[in-house]
């Protein structure tokens, strides 16, 4: 069953606003704008009519389309690693901008889409489908190539970086969410494999994975990670099912059983696997950034849009202040963000060793909070200046508009740290007899 209504017409967006153009902002250099451009012209042919498949599937009620979406999610994910913008962490020399801005680009992009001048239309963006690619293309192949030997990358990375075949990483379980430090998956040495027993959730791709990167508990009582090769979802004993999810419905985010799966000890990557995990730290905050800031756009852009034409009271929406206050709010906080993002990422291409920076680190956690919080209030003003349509897959499904709200917790991370950081602000000790009774008082 289609569950969209005859009456209602598509939101059109018939004025280019130039502010919510990343292509006019001044903060890009020509190099820049040259491989955005390019970017944009790919998925304008190659992504924007696959991108459209999966939305029109979203319409259907009560019919199977699991399947079909696999199908097309696949086919992106080789698309993009076809043309460079799945993984950017091989051929760094091919490129003339450095390997993090070309990520923050790439995921703005993928989530924003944009308005085209060429075809007068707008090229759809796709939350979910960046997730998919942040999760297989950066989440996984950062820390494969980090932790693995030559053979290792050859088996492990080259088929996901260059060919597109699907990857994932697994870190969160049941009692591990945000302290991932209580993971329960046992990693467990036994002759020549290393047998896995537990649960992950929440895996982005998982059920789609070819290869999982997959972090448990070893003998002694240490994190590690191993390289799961899921033989295209076949391997004995595991088993992987979808987790349903309000947004982010192309992300196939799963949940995994691994029940005694056994594992080539020679997949096991090298190092501590909280090392392996949070090496590449800044660089996926930044993208996380990129992804909020390119969806914030699109949001922005579809506000704007249904303002300007929708008349109430016979007036259009958009000379109610009430109206068009927050989306020009938002369209100014949102450029400052892309400075602030382009700026940082810049500077870690520039500096790697800044990858080893706890100020750049908190910088980029900073970012990162208010980049997804700005997504999830251009959601709710796009929710609001929509009326009782926001409540329709009619209009919910073309904008995306519960994606935001899955990454205003940030990954697990945005309100941990949040939480540790300002502590760490107001760690003092004051002489105790000069600040005893202003203490008292503000403790009340
Ligand atoms: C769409 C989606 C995709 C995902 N993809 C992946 C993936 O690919 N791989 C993977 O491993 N995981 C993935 N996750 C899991 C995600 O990382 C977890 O949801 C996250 O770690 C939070 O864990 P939790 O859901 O158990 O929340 P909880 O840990 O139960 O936390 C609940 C809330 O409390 C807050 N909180 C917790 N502790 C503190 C504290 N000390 N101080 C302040 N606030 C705190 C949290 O920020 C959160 O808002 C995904 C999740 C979603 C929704």
């Known amino acids: 069953m289609d569950t969209r209504i005859s009456e ?3 939101i059109q967006i018939i004025r280019y606003v130039t502010e919510l153009d990343l ?7 020509a190099k820049e704008k040259d491989f955005l451009a390019e970017l944009y012209e790919f998925m304008e042919k190659e992504l924007d009519p696959e991108l459209k498949k999966l939305e029109e599937l979203n319409y259907l009620v009560e019919e199977p389309t699991q399947d079909k979406k696999k199908e097309i999610v696949v086919e992106i994910m080789k698309k993009l690693a076809q043309s460079g913008y799945y993984s950017t962490i091989l051929n760094t020399e091919d490129y003339e901008i450095g390997r993090i801005t070309r990520n923050a680009l790439i995921a703005y992009a993928l989530c924003g889409g944009r308005w085209s001048e060429y075809s007068e239309k707008y090229i759809a963006g796709n939350y979910s489908i960046e997730m998919g690619r942040l999760a297989g293309g950066t989440l996984y192949c950062n820390p494969v190539n980090y932790a693995s030997d030559d053979s290792q990358k050859k088996r ?3 088929p996901v970086a260059e060919d597109g075949q699907i990857g994932a990483s697994a870190m969160t379980e049941f009692n591990a969410g945000s302290d991932i430090f ?3 998956m046992r990693l467990h040495d036994q002759n020549e494999n290393i047998v896995a027993k537990g649960k992950k959730l929440f895996i982005t791709n998982g059920m789609i994975a070819d ?5 448990g508990r070893l003998d002694n009582g240490q994190l590690g990670a191993i390289v799961v090769d899921t033989e295209h979802q076949q391997l004995k004993n595991f088993r992987s099912t979808r987790v349903m999810t309000y947004g982010m419905t192309d992300a196939f985010v799963s949940r995994l059983i691994f029940d005694k799966v056994e594992i080539p000890k020679e997949n096991m990557l090298h190092g501590h696997g909280l090392d392996i995990a949070f090496h590449q730290l800044t660089e996926e905050r930044l993208v996380i950034s990129a992804e909020a800031l390119g969806d914030a756009m699109k949001k922005l852009l579809y506000s704007h ?11 259009r929406l958009h000379q109610y202040q009430v109206i068009r206050f927050p989306i020009s709010q938002k369209i100014r906080e949102l450029n400052l963000m892309l400075s602030a993002l382009i700026q940082y990422a810049r500077e870690m291409d520039n500096r790697p060793e800044l990858g080893g920076s706890k100020l750049m680190a908190a910088n980029a956690m900073g970012l990162k909070i208010s980049a997804t919080e700005l997504g999830f209030e ?3 003003h796009c929710f609001r200046t929509l009326g009782g349509r926001g409540f329709t897959r009619q209009y919910a499904n073309e904008i995306g508009l519960l994606d935001s709200y899955c990454m205003l917790h940030g990954g697990g991370s945005n309100y941990v740290l949040e939480d540790s950081e300002s502590r760490r602000f107001f760690k003092y000790k004051p002489p105790k007899s000069k600040y005893e009774d202003y203490i008292t008082k503000i403790d009340y």
Request: proline content about 6%; overall charge positive; hydrophobic content about 45%.
């Open 8 to 10: 209602f017409n598509p």
């Open 23 to 29: 292509l006019t902002n001044p903060i890009l250099n």
């Open 156 to 158: 492990f990375l080259n």
């Open 182 to 184: 209580r993971m329960e």
């Open 211 to 215: 290869y999982i990167v997959l972090y």
């Open 305 to 315: 849009a249904y303002a300007l034409q929708r008349r109430q009271f016979e007036k």
């Open 378 to 380: 251009s959601s709710i």
